[in-house]
Protein backbone atom coordinates (compact mmCIF):
# COMPACT_ATOMS: atom_id res chain seq x y z
CA UNK A 1 0.00 0.00 0.00
CA UNK A 2 1.41 3.30 -0.21
CA UNK A 3 0.94 6.27 2.05
CA UNK A 4 -2.69 7.68 0.40
CA UNK A 5 -4.15 4.14 0.49
CA UNK A 6 -3.14 3.85 4.36
CA UNK A 7 -4.17 6.78 5.05
CA UNK A 8 -7.70 6.40 3.63
CA UNK A 9 -8.35 2.84 5.43
CA UNK A 10 -6.90 4.80 8.68
CA UNK A 11 -9.17 7.65 8.39
CA UNK A 12 -12.12 5.19 8.00
CA UNK A 13 -11.39 2.37 10.70
CA UNK A 14 -9.46 4.10 13.44
CA UNK A 15 -11.12 6.58 15.84
CA UNK A 16 -9.90 10.06 15.85
CA UNK A 17 -7.80 10.65 19.14
CA UNK A 18 -4.64 11.10 16.90
CA UNK A 19 -4.25 14.71 15.21
CA UNK A 20 -1.84 11.73 12.74
CA UNK A 21 0.84 13.62 10.60
CA UNK A 22 0.32 12.16 6.67
CA UNK A 23 3.14 9.80 6.99
CA UNK A 24 3.37 5.88 6.99
CA UNK A 25 6.43 4.63 8.07
CA UNK A 26 6.99 1.02 6.68
CA UNK A 27 11.02 0.19 7.31
CA UNK A 28 13.33 1.60 9.89
CA UNK A 29 17.54 1.21 10.10
CA UNK A 30 18.94 2.93 13.37
CA UNK A 31 17.82 6.26 12.75
CA UNK A 32 16.95 5.77 9.38
CA UNK A 33 13.16 5.85 8.09
CA UNK A 34 11.48 4.77 5.23
CA UNK A 35 7.65 5.59 4.44
CA UNK A 36 5.04 3.82 2.51
CA UNK A 37 6.16 5.66 -0.78
CA UNK A 38 9.74 5.04 -0.57
CA UNK A 39 11.05 8.51 1.04
CA UNK A 40 13.68 8.27 3.56
CA UNK A 41 13.93 10.24 6.85
CA UNK A 42 16.19 10.56 9.78
CA UNK A 43 14.19 9.97 12.75
CA UNK A 44 14.93 12.54 15.35
CA UNK A 45 11.55 11.69 17.74
CA UNK A 46 12.49 7.50 17.87
CA UNK A 47 8.68 6.50 18.61
CA UNK A 48 9.00 9.50 21.72
CA UNK A 49 12.03 8.25 22.82
CA UNK A 50 11.10 4.31 22.27
CA UNK A 51 13.80 3.47 19.88
CA UNK A 52 16.67 4.59 21.94
CA UNK A 53 19.14 1.58 20.09
CA UNK A 54 17.65 2.68 16.62
CA UNK A 55 15.20 1.25 14.52
CA UNK A 56 15.29 -2.76 14.25
CA UNK A 57 18.57 -3.29 16.81
CA UNK A 58 20.16 -6.44 16.03
CA UNK A 59 20.28 -7.83 19.33
CA UNK A 60 17.11 -7.14 20.20
CA UNK A 61 15.57 -8.21 16.64
CA UNK A 62 17.38 -11.56 17.72
CA UNK A 63 15.90 -11.71 21.07
CA UNK A 64 12.64 -11.45 20.19
CA UNK A 65 12.76 -13.83 16.84
CA UNK A 66 14.57 -16.27 19.39
CA UNK A 67 12.11 -15.77 22.06
CA UNK A 68 8.69 -15.61 19.72
CA UNK A 69 10.05 -19.20 18.95
CA UNK A 70 10.08 -20.51 22.56
CA UNK A 71 7.96 -19.02 24.58
CA UNK A 72 5.46 -16.12 24.02
CA UNK A 73 3.01 -15.57 26.89
CA UNK A 74 2.06 -17.49 29.95
CA UNK A 75 1.01 -16.37 32.86
CA UNK A 76 2.17 -14.35 36.33
CA UNK A 77 0.71 -17.56 37.74
CA UNK A 78 4.45 -18.60 37.11
CA UNK A 79 8.16 -17.45 37.35
CA UNK A 80 9.33 -16.14 33.93
CA UNK A 81 12.86 -16.95 33.38
CA UNK A 82 13.63 -13.27 31.13
CA UNK A 83 11.33 -11.87 33.62
CA UNK A 84 13.85 -12.80 36.75
CA UNK A 85 16.92 -11.59 34.66
CA UNK A 86 15.46 -8.77 33.46
CA UNK A 87 14.18 -7.82 37.54
CA UNK A 88 17.88 -8.47 37.92
CA UNK A 89 19.43 -6.76 35.63
CA UNK A 90 17.50 -3.17 36.97
CA UNK A 91 17.78 -3.82 40.30
CA UNK A 92 21.88 -4.06 40.14
CA UNK A 93 22.63 -1.58 37.93
CA UNK A 94 20.04 1.18 40.21
CA UNK A 95 19.46 2.03 43.72
CA UNK A 96 16.17 -0.05 43.43
CA UNK A 97 15.29 -3.05 45.28
CA UNK A 98 12.52 -4.67 43.49
CA UNK A 99 10.36 -4.56 40.14
CA UNK A 100 6.75 -4.52 38.88
CA UNK A 101 6.12 -5.00 35.25
CA UNK A 102 3.58 -3.88 33.13
CA UNK A 103 2.89 -2.93 29.87
CA UNK A 104 3.27 1.35 29.63
CA UNK A 105 4.26 4.10 31.11
CA UNK A 106 0.92 4.89 32.23
CA UNK A 107 0.32 1.66 33.67
CA UNK A 108 3.84 1.95 35.54
CA UNK A 109 2.58 5.17 37.37
CA UNK A 110 -0.50 3.30 37.85
CA UNK A 111 1.46 1.32 40.16
CA UNK A 112 3.28 3.62 41.68
CA UNK A 113 0.36 5.67 42.75
CA UNK A 114 -1.27 2.30 43.90
CA UNK A 115 1.84 1.67 45.93
CA UNK A 116 1.88 4.82 47.49
CA UNK A 117 -1.38 5.17 48.63
CA UNK A 118 -0.99 1.20 50.10
CA UNK A 119 2.54 2.12 51.76
CA UNK A 120 0.87 5.42 53.70
CA UNK A 121 -3.04 3.55 54.57
CA UNK A 122 -0.52 0.69 56.64
CA UNK A 123 2.18 2.69 57.53
CA UNK A 124 0.92 5.62 58.67
CA UNK A 125 -3.57 5.63 58.44
CA UNK A 126 -6.49 6.24 56.20
CA UNK A 127 -5.92 9.94 55.71
CA UNK A 128 -2.43 10.01 54.16
CA UNK A 129 -3.78 10.10 50.41
CA UNK A 130 -2.87 13.40 48.96
CA UNK A 131 -0.41 12.95 45.77
CA UNK A 132 1.55 15.85 44.84
CA UNK A 133 2.67 16.90 40.95
CA UNK A 134 3.66 19.78 39.33
CA UNK A 135 1.80 21.76 36.45
CA UNK A 136 2.99 20.83 33.02
CA UNK A 137 4.19 17.01 34.16
CA UNK A 138 3.01 14.17 32.01
CA UNK A 139 2.40 11.16 33.77
CA UNK A 140 0.09 8.90 31.17
CA UNK A 141 -3.74 8.58 29.69
CA UNK A 142 -5.68 6.45 32.19
CA UNK A 143 -8.00 8.40 34.61
CA UNK A 144 -5.74 8.43 37.47
CA UNK A 145 -2.60 9.29 35.39
CA UNK A 146 -4.56 11.98 33.50
CA UNK A 147 -5.20 13.14 36.92
CA UNK A 148 -1.75 13.16 38.11
CA UNK A 149 -0.96 15.00 34.57
CA UNK A 150 -0.87 18.49 35.89
CA UNK A 151 -2.23 19.97 32.66
CA UNK A 152 -6.23 20.61 32.23
CA UNK A 153 -6.45 19.91 28.88
CA UNK A 154 -5.65 16.34 29.12
CA UNK A 155 -8.43 16.10 31.93
CA UNK A 156 -11.02 17.95 30.04
CA UNK A 157 -14.51 15.70 29.20
CA UNK A 158 -13.28 12.79 31.78
CA UNK A 159 -14.92 14.06 34.91
CA UNK A 160 -15.39 13.07 37.76
CA UNK A 161 -11.44 12.40 38.34
CA UNK A 162 -10.11 10.39 41.03
CA UNK A 163 -9.77 12.38 44.64
CA UNK A 164 -6.71 13.34 46.43
CA UNK A 165 -4.15 14.82 43.66
CA UNK A 166 -2.89 18.49 43.95
CA UNK A 167 -0.46 20.53 41.55
CA UNK A 168 2.65 22.60 42.10
CA UNK A 169 4.36 24.54 40.18
CA UNK A 170 7.48 22.95 38.74
CA UNK A 171 10.97 23.27 39.68
CA UNK A 172 9.12 25.81 43.03
CA UNK A 173 10.80 24.65 45.99
CA UNK A 174 8.91 27.31 47.81
CA UNK A 175 5.83 26.28 46.37
CA UNK A 176 6.47 22.27 47.37
CA UNK A 177 7.43 23.39 50.91
CA UNK A 178 3.85 24.96 51.17
CA UNK A 179 1.96 22.19 49.16
CA UNK A 180 4.08 19.08 51.47
CA UNK A 181 1.92 18.14 54.63
CA UNK A 182 0.86 15.07 56.94
CA UNK A 183 -1.66 14.74 54.37
CA UNK A 184 1.04 14.16 51.25
CA UNK A 185 1.28 10.83 50.68
CA UNK A 186 3.71 10.80 47.35
CA UNK A 187 5.72 13.20 45.55
CA UNK A 188 5.16 12.17 42.26
CA UNK A 189 7.83 14.37 39.64
CA UNK A 190 9.65 14.07 36.15
CA UNK A 191 13.08 14.81 36.59
CA UNK A 192 12.97 16.64 33.19
CA UNK A 193 9.70 17.44 32.10
CA UNK A 194 9.32 15.57 28.83
CA UNK A 195 5.95 16.21 27.32
CA UNK A 196 5.86 19.40 29.41
CA UNK A 197 8.31 21.08 26.97
CA UNK A 198 11.98 20.05 28.34
CA UNK A 199 12.11 21.14 31.35
CA UNK A 200 15.09 20.63 33.73
CA UNK A 201 14.59 20.21 37.42
CA UNK A 202 17.25 21.84 39.62
CA UNK A 203 19.56 20.26 42.27
CA UNK A 204 18.46 22.22 44.97
CA UNK A 205 14.66 21.80 43.43
CA UNK A 206 15.06 17.66 43.76
CA UNK A 207 17.33 17.73 46.83
CA UNK A 208 15.04 20.41 48.57
CA UNK A 209 11.74 17.51 47.81
CA UNK A 210 13.47 14.56 48.48
CA UNK A 211 14.16 16.30 52.48
CA UNK A 212 10.77 17.21 52.50
CA UNK A 213 9.43 14.05 51.52
CA UNK A 214 11.65 12.06 54.41
CA UNK A 215 10.37 15.12 56.96
CA UNK A 216 6.58 14.17 56.21
CA UNK A 217 7.20 10.72 55.10
CA UNK A 218 5.90 10.81 52.02
CA UNK A 219 7.15 8.72 48.74
CA UNK A 220 9.44 10.31 46.43
CA UNK A 221 8.76 9.36 42.92
CA UNK A 222 9.84 9.77 39.70
CA UNK A 223 8.51 9.28 36.97
CA UNK A 224 11.07 8.52 34.45
CA UNK A 225 9.57 6.87 31.53
CA UNK A 226 10.73 8.99 29.30
CA UNK A 227 14.31 10.34 30.70
CA UNK A 228 15.30 5.88 31.56
CA UNK A 229 17.57 4.04 30.18
CA UNK A 230 20.05 6.44 28.99
CA UNK A 231 18.29 9.17 27.36
CA UNK A 232 19.88 11.86 29.57
CA UNK A 233 23.18 10.64 29.83
CA UNK A 234 22.93 8.56 32.72
CA UNK A 235 21.18 5.28 32.89
CA UNK A 236 18.49 6.58 34.78
CA UNK A 237 17.91 10.60 35.76
CA UNK A 238 17.68 10.55 38.96
CA UNK A 239 21.88 9.98 38.83
CA UNK A 240 22.47 13.64 37.47
CA UNK A 241 20.94 14.69 41.17
CA UNK A 242 22.41 13.12 44.56
CA UNK A 243 19.13 11.54 45.53
CA UNK A 244 17.36 8.47 45.66
CA UNK A 245 14.00 8.37 44.86
CA UNK A 246 11.67 5.62 46.02
CA UNK A 247 9.75 4.50 43.34
CA UNK A 248 10.93 4.79 39.91
CA UNK A 249 8.45 4.06 36.48
CA UNK A 250 9.94 2.97 33.21
CA UNK A 251 8.43 2.41 30.00
CA UNK A 252 9.52 3.91 26.71
CA UNK A 253 13.01 2.98 25.71
CA UNK A 254 12.64 0.05 28.17
CA UNK A 255 12.25 -2.89 25.40
CA UNK A 256 14.22 -1.18 22.71
CA UNK A 257 11.18 -0.82 20.98
CA UNK A 258 8.72 -3.56 21.97
CA UNK A 259 6.11 -2.66 25.01
CA UNK A 260 7.01 -2.88 28.07
CA UNK A 261 6.23 -0.90 31.54
CA UNK A 262 8.19 -1.39 35.08
CA UNK A 263 7.81 0.47 38.87
CA UNK A 264 10.64 -0.16 40.64
CA UNK A 265 11.03 0.74 44.54
CA UNK A 266 13.47 0.69 47.40
CA UNK A 267 13.79 -0.02 50.80
CA UNK A 268 10.49 -0.60 52.83
CA UNK A 269 8.08 0.57 49.88
CA UNK A 270 9.35 -2.77 47.87
CA UNK A 271 8.20 -4.89 50.36
CA UNK A 272 4.79 -3.36 50.26
CA UNK A 273 2.54 -5.02 47.44
CA UNK A 274 1.59 -8.25 48.97
CA UNK A 275 -0.30 -11.27 47.03
CA UNK A 276 -3.46 -9.75 44.87
CA UNK A 277 -2.94 -6.25 45.50
CA UNK A 278 -1.69 -5.36 41.58
CA UNK A 279 -1.39 -7.84 38.43
CA UNK A 280 -1.07 -6.92 34.99
CA UNK A 281 -2.25 -10.39 32.13
CA UNK A 282 0.85 -9.19 30.10
CA UNK A 283 2.88 -7.71 32.33
CA UNK A 284 6.67 -9.15 32.34
CA UNK A 285 5.56 -11.88 29.66
CA UNK A 286 8.72 -13.86 28.31
CA UNK A 287 8.47 -11.83 24.64
CA UNK A 288 8.79 -8.22 26.11
CA UNK A 289 11.22 -9.19 28.85
CA UNK A 290 13.80 -11.34 26.27
CA UNK A 291 13.55 -7.74 24.45
CA UNK A 292 14.00 -5.09 27.11
CA UNK A 293 16.84 -7.47 28.61
CA UNK A 294 18.36 -7.63 24.75
CA UNK A 295 17.87 -4.14 24.70
CA UNK A 296 19.30 -3.33 28.24
CA UNK A 297 22.49 -5.41 27.89
CA UNK A 298 23.09 -3.80 24.23
CA UNK A 299 23.13 -0.62 26.12
CA UNK A 300 24.89 -1.02 29.58
CA UNK A 301 27.59 -3.63 27.88
CA UNK A 302 27.67 -1.55 24.42
CA UNK A 303 29.12 1.87 27.02
CA UNK A 304 25.64 3.62 24.88
CA UNK A 305 25.51 5.91 27.64
CA UNK A 306 28.71 7.28 27.48
CA UNK A 307 28.14 7.87 23.85
CA UNK A 308 25.39 9.15 23.97
CA UNK A 309 26.76 11.68 25.94
CA UNK A 310 29.92 12.44 23.82
CA UNK A 311 26.74 12.89 20.75
CA UNK A 312 24.35 14.69 23.02
CA UNK A 313 26.83 17.71 23.43
CA UNK A 314 27.55 17.86 19.67
CA UNK A 315 23.77 17.92 19.24
CA UNK A 316 23.80 20.93 21.79
CA UNK A 317 26.41 22.83 20.76
CA UNK A 318 24.96 22.54 17.01
CA UNK A 319 21.73 23.77 18.25
CA UNK A 320 23.31 26.48 20.27
CA UNK A 321 25.30 27.89 17.17
CA UNK A 322 21.36 28.08 15.44
CA UNK A 323 20.15 29.53 18.36
CA UNK A 324 22.75 32.69 18.59
CA UNK A 325 21.90 32.65 14.65
CA UNK A 326 18.36 33.27 14.65
CA UNK A 327 16.34 35.51 16.90
CA UNK A 328 13.45 33.39 17.52
CA UNK A 329 15.10 30.65 19.24
CA UNK A 330 14.82 31.59 22.47
CA UNK A 331 16.88 28.67 24.45
CA UNK A 332 18.43 25.78 23.86
CA UNK A 333 17.55 23.16 27.44
CA UNK A 334 18.29 19.52 27.92
CA UNK A 335 20.77 16.96 28.95
CA UNK A 336 22.10 13.78 27.13
CA UNK A 337 20.05 13.39 23.95
CA UNK A 338 16.59 14.93 25.53
CA UNK A 339 16.88 18.17 24.03
CA UNK A 340 14.44 20.85 23.55
CA UNK A 341 14.84 24.10 21.91
CA UNK A 342 12.26 26.80 23.27
CA UNK A 343 11.05 29.28 20.15
CA UNK A 344 9.13 32.73 20.26
CA UNK A 345 7.05 31.04 16.98
CA UNK A 346 5.15 28.60 16.97
CA UNK A 347 6.72 25.17 15.84
CA UNK A 348 4.89 23.55 13.65
CA UNK A 349 5.99 25.46 10.31
CA UNK A 350 9.91 24.08 11.37
CA UNK A 351 8.42 20.75 12.05
CA UNK A 352 6.59 20.28 8.46
CA UNK A 353 9.21 21.87 6.27
CA UNK A 354 12.08 19.29 8.14
CA UNK A 355 9.57 16.58 7.32
CA UNK A 356 9.64 17.53 3.92
CA UNK A 357 13.21 17.55 3.83
CA UNK A 358 13.64 13.97 5.17
CA UNK A 359 13.91 15.50 8.78
CA UNK A 360 11.62 14.18 11.66
CA UNK A 361 11.78 16.33 15.01
CA UNK A 362 8.32 17.04 16.73
CA UNK A 363 7.08 19.58 18.68
CA UNK A 364 6.02 20.05 22.33
CA UNK A 365 3.78 22.47 24.10
CA UNK A 366 3.39 24.40 20.59
CA UNK A 367 6.84 25.98 20.66
CA UNK A 368 9.19 23.59 22.05
CA UNK A 369 10.95 21.39 19.62
CA UNK A 370 12.25 18.35 20.79
CA UNK A 371 15.14 16.15 20.05
CA UNK A 372 14.98 12.55 20.72
CA UNK A 373 17.12 10.93 18.45
CA UNK A 374 18.50 6.94 19.10
CA UNK A 375 20.91 6.88 21.80
CA UNK A 376 23.27 5.21 19.02
CA UNK A 377 22.96 8.16 16.35
CA UNK A 378 26.27 8.78 14.53
CA UNK A 379 27.74 12.52 15.07
CA UNK A 380 27.77 12.68 10.76
CA UNK A 381 23.52 11.82 11.04
CA UNK A 382 23.46 14.68 13.75
CA UNK A 383 25.53 17.26 11.43
CA UNK A 384 22.62 16.00 8.57
CA UNK A 385 20.07 16.69 11.02
CA UNK A 386 21.58 20.42 11.60
CA UNK A 387 22.09 20.72 8.12
CA UNK A 388 18.33 20.69 7.37
CA UNK A 389 17.19 22.38 10.37
CA UNK A 390 19.53 25.60 8.88
CA UNK A 391 18.40 25.43 6.20
CA UNK A 392 14.88 25.34 7.06
CA UNK A 393 14.94 28.04 9.93
CA UNK A 394 16.68 30.06 7.33
CA UNK A 395 13.34 29.75 5.20
CA UNK A 396 11.31 31.15 8.54
CA UNK A 397 9.52 34.64 7.97
CA UNK A 398 8.76 35.84 11.46
C1 LIG B 1 5.11 8.84 27.58
C2 LIG B 1 5.05 9.12 29.01
C3 LIG B 1 4.12 8.49 29.85
C4 LIG B 1 3.04 7.60 29.32
O1 LIG B 1 3.54 6.42 28.75
P1 LIG B 1 2.55 5.47 27.92
O2 LIG B 1 3.42 4.30 27.58
O3 LIG B 1 2.11 6.25 26.71
O4 LIG B 1 1.42 5.13 28.78
C5 LIG B 1 4.19 8.74 31.21
N1 LIG B 1 5.11 9.57 31.74
C6 LIG B 1 6.02 10.19 30.96
C7 LIG B 1 7.03 11.08 31.59
C8 LIG B 1 6.01 10.02 29.57
O5 LIG B 1 6.89 10.67 28.81
Given at each position: MNTKEIVKLGDK????NYGRIQLAPVDGDGAQLWDADGKEYLDFVSGIAVNALGHCNLAVVDAICDQAKKLIHCSNLYYIEPQVLLAKMLVENSVMDKVFFCNSGAEANEAAIKLARKYAKVK????KVEIITALNSFHGRTLATITATGQPKYQKNFEPLPAGFKYVPFNDLQAMTEAV?????AVMLEPIQGEGGVNLASKEYINGVRKLCRKFGALMIFD??????????????????SVKPDIITLAKALGGGFPIGAMLARGEAAR?????DHAS?????PLACAAALAALEEIIEGEVVEYTNAVGEILYSELEKLREKYDYVKEIRGKGLLIGMELSIDGKKIVDACQEKGLLVNCVGGHVLRFIPP????STEVRQAIGILDEVMAGIKV
Amino acid sequence: MNTKEIVKLGDKYLMRNYGRIQLAPVDGDGAQLWDADGKEYLDFVSGIAVNALGHCNLAVVDAICDQAKKLIHCSNLYYIEPQVLLAKMLVENSVMDKVFFCNSGAEANEAAIKLARKYAKVKHGPDKVEIITALNSFHGRTLATITATGQPKYQKNFEPLPAGFKYVPFNDLQAMTEAVGPETCAVMLEPIQGEGGVNLASKEYINGVRKLCRKFGALMIFDEVQTGIGRTGRLFAYEHYSVKPDIITLAKALGGGFPIGAMLARGEAARVFQPGDHASTFGGNPLACAAALAALEEIIEGEVVEYTNAVGEILYSELEKLREKYDYVKEIRGKGLLIGMELSIDGKKIVDACQEKGLLVNCVGGHVLRFIPPLTVSSTEVRQAIGILDEVMAGIKV
